[in-house]
């Protein structure tokens, strides 16, 4: 699965985990809703890839499906992958992503999640590219 990840990405490193909240989402559902802006930061919605039994090339194959555009993906009952340019990069896509998953199951305890629309993550990329310009004093 790694080699696969190299192969057909630009990531030169690959952080793989079995955390806890990545687990539970990669258990119950087929993707990570967006429930916060800071899904952009690993591309957009999380992918779930369907589930292969590890070190077999059709985990390889679903893990890079779901990978394409993004910079994590989760996997089906067994954990995490997130890539990056340097192995600093993939930790950080590691951490975001399982702040996310730990966002989403606490939430999903309380009420259920609100999703943010395309409209509304359209608006966070926009804000981020152009940016206020506040007044002087």
Same mark, same amino acid.
Request: aromatic share 6%.
């Given at each position: 699965?790694?080699?696969?990840?190299?192969?057909?990405?630009?990531?030169?490193?690959?952080?793989?985990?079995?955390?806890?909240?990545?687990?539970?989402?990669?258990?119950?559902?087929?993707?990570?809703?967006?429930?916060?802006?800071?899904?952009?930061?690993?591309?957009?919605?999380?992918? /779930?890839?369907?589930? #292969?039994?590890?070190?077999?090339?059709? =985990?390889? %194959?679903? *893990?890079?499906? &779901? !990978?394409?555009?993004?910079?994590?993906?989760?996997?089906?009952?067994?954990?995490?992958?997130?890539?990056?340019?340097?192995?600093?990069?993939?930790?950080?896509?590691?951490?975001?992503?399982?702040?996310?998953?730990?966002?989403?199951?606490?939430?999903?305890? /309380?009420?259920?999640? #609100?999703?943010?629309?395309?409209?509304? =993550?359209? %608006?966070? *990329?926009?804000? &981020? !590219?152009?940016?206020?310009?506040?007044?002087?004093?």
């Amino acid at each position: 699965m790694h080699l696969a990840i190299y192969e057909t990405t630009d990531a030169r490193a690959v952080v793989h985990t079995h955390s806890v909240f990545g687990t539970v989402v990669a258990t119950t559902m087929t993707e990570l809703p967006p429930v916060h802006y800071n899904t952009l930061l690993l591309g957009g919605v999380v992918r /779930v890839a369907p589930y #292969a039994t590890y070190g077999t090339p059709e =985990l390889a %194959a679903n *893990v890079r499906a &779901a !990978l394409e555009g993004r910079r994590a993906a989760l996997m089906a009952n067994h954990g995490g992958v997130s890539i990056g340019a340097t192995l600093e990069e993939a930790f950080e896509a590691t951490r975001v992503l399982e702040w996310l998953c730990e966002v989403y199951v606490r939430a999903s305890g /309380v009420g259920k999640p #609100a999703v943010l629309t395309d409209e509304q =993550l359209t %608006a966070v *990329v926009e804000r &981020a !590219l152009n940016p206020p310009e506040f007044p002087r004093a």
